[in-house]
């Protein structure tokens, strides 16, 4: 009793343009990820006037292959619709910590540190922590804003009472950021039960309703 989803029916819910290709960008939002964190790198170096060499290429493009292969298992690029601000806050942290203490680790390790500079090292950390949270708040903020719109909402179903019903919908109009909008449902009385009829017909019912 309560919400369903119209894929637990064996139906598809009608979407948008961001549900459709929800994927690819994703796909797009991480390679920009990626390759933020070697343009950093490089701007950082245009900025402090330090030399490009082998050793910025290479720390460019371990970052870009990092950031690749982590940021994707890191589940930064799946729905964040009930997910809060501290969790995603969490995960672009241990991103970023990563980032900073495998590239330390590595100078360290293999004598390096020496070849560049700190001001140039902290430049880069910084602003690519910048840019990650950045990115990554002003999406989730403009996809909030856009659900509050009417706009990349989810459509589902509703089985309970009346009156379990009519509190629902006053709790998602409370939280429209969400995006979730009741468009079939199956009520019935508080004091009675559904009859087998009905329950049989849920699955029409759902299909009409989307």
Not at 87 to 116: D, P
Not at 144 to 149: D, G, T
Request: glycine share 10%; charged share 20%.
């Amino acid at each position: 009793i309560g919400l369903i989803e119209p894929k637990s029916l064996g139906l598809q819910a009608p979407g948008g343009i961001l549900r459709r290709y929800a994927r690819d960008l994703g796909f797009v939002q991480r390679c920009l990820d990626s390759g933020a964190a070697a343009a950093s790198l490089w701007l950082v170096s245009i900025a402090t006037q330090a030399p490009w060499t082998n050793l910025e290429r290479v720390l460019a493009l371990y970052a870009a292959m990092y950031i690749a292969v982590l940021a994707r298992r890191s589940g930064l690029y799946g729905s964040f619709r009930y997910i809060s601000l501290w969790s995603l806050l969490r995960r672009l942290g241990m991103l970023w910590l990563g980032l900073i203490g495998s590239v330390t680790l590595g100078l360290f390790l293999f004598k390096l540190s020496s070849q560049l500079s700190r001001e140039q090292t902290l430049c880069w950390f910084a602003m690519y922590g910048v840019y990650l949270a950045t990115s990554h708040l002003a999406s989730r903020y403009a996809l909030r804003r856009l659900r509050e719109h009417g706009r990349n909402t989810r459509c589902d179903g509703y089985i309970g009472t009346y009156e379990g019903l009519a509190k629902l919908q006053a709790q998602l109009g409370r939280a429209n950021w969400l995006g979730h909008t009741v468009r079939a449902e199956l009520c019935w009385p508080e004091h009675l039960l559904p009859n087998t009829e009905d329950i049989r017909s849920l699955r029409s019912r759902f299909k009409q309703g989307l």
